[in-house]
């Protein structure tokens, strides 16, 4: 089957920013004395929206987290993205055999706006995604696993679900967005196919994505 739409999930697909986001983030709630591994926040996080780490610590243990949580966490995380962030390998070229091919495509992430932004600047994607096909948690209520995100990009592009693919390497991706009717790769190079149950298809290494899209 031959899409109208590619959406790419953003952080681990394009950008290789998991392993950095989800070592400060299990560091930043062991300070705050909620102890978290760096595989636990694999397993909750990874995906999902920062309301997601405010919901489990509430629901785990009762108390809230700091109302400048999400800042300071940001603040650290756009500081090492600027020190040690890569693109995913591979990952350009893909962009550019859609472009070749006359493919749409945008990204839909979980992450803001700003933090999109600034890892696409330090990678060079910024090149390839320009604003317009750039979509947030932050523009819809509810982030993955709900379906909202992956519809309103969608929406936005003028393609029917249907019609669309998605580009996933998390848990909650998945599940996204396969509520949103749409099929979906998984990306397997950090996350094994087991925990990306419901995916079309998987693949660990970005060359593949192509042939697997029928181009």
Known sequence: MRYDLVIFDNDGVLVDSEPLSNRLLAGYLTELGHPTTYEDSLRDYMGAATHRVHDLVLERSGQRLPEDFDTTFHARVFAAFQEELEPVEGAAEVVKRLVAEGVAYCVASSGSHERIRVGHRKTGLDAWFPEEIVYSAEDVGRGKPAPDLFLHAAARRGVAPERCVVVE???????????????????????????????????????????ILGL
């Open 169 to 211: 390497d998390s848990r909650l991706g998945v599940q996204a967005a396969v509520a949103a009717g749409m099929d979906v790769y998984g990306f397997t190079a950090m996350t094994p196919e087991s925990r990306l149950t419901g995916a079309k298809g998987f693949f660990s290494r970005m060359e593949e994505l192509p042939g």
